[in-house]
């Protein structure tokens, strides 16, 4: 039996799996800049940009490849061969 990231599971599954840890790791660098906010400015602006850039961007990512992963299946299954 194939664990969850194992050779059982597709490349799309693996690949949304990703996108998510960027989400994840976006807001992580979010909260990192609100602990640094006493220390300096410039790293605090530097963790919030990052981790907005990731976060949003990531997000946008998984949003577009999920879209495109259901239009695909769905055209596979509409379209495909039928034996």
Do not use: N, Q, R, Y
């Not at 194992?6 to 994840?24: D, E, F, Q």
């Not at 961007?57 to 999920?66: T, Y």
């Amino acid at each position: 039996m194939a664990d969850a990231f194992g050779k059982g599971s597709s490349v799309p599954s693996k690949i949304m799996a990703g996108l998510a840890v960027t989400v994840v790791l976006g807001l992580g660098l979010c909260g990192v800049s609100a602990v640094t906010s006493a220390h300096s400015e410039k790293v605090t602006e530097v963790f919030l940009i990052v981790g907005a850039f990731c976060f949003w961007g990531g997000l946008l990512l998984l949003i577009l490849f999920a879209v495109g992963w259901v239009v695909v299946s769905i055209g596979k299954s509409l379209f495909g061969k039928k034996d």
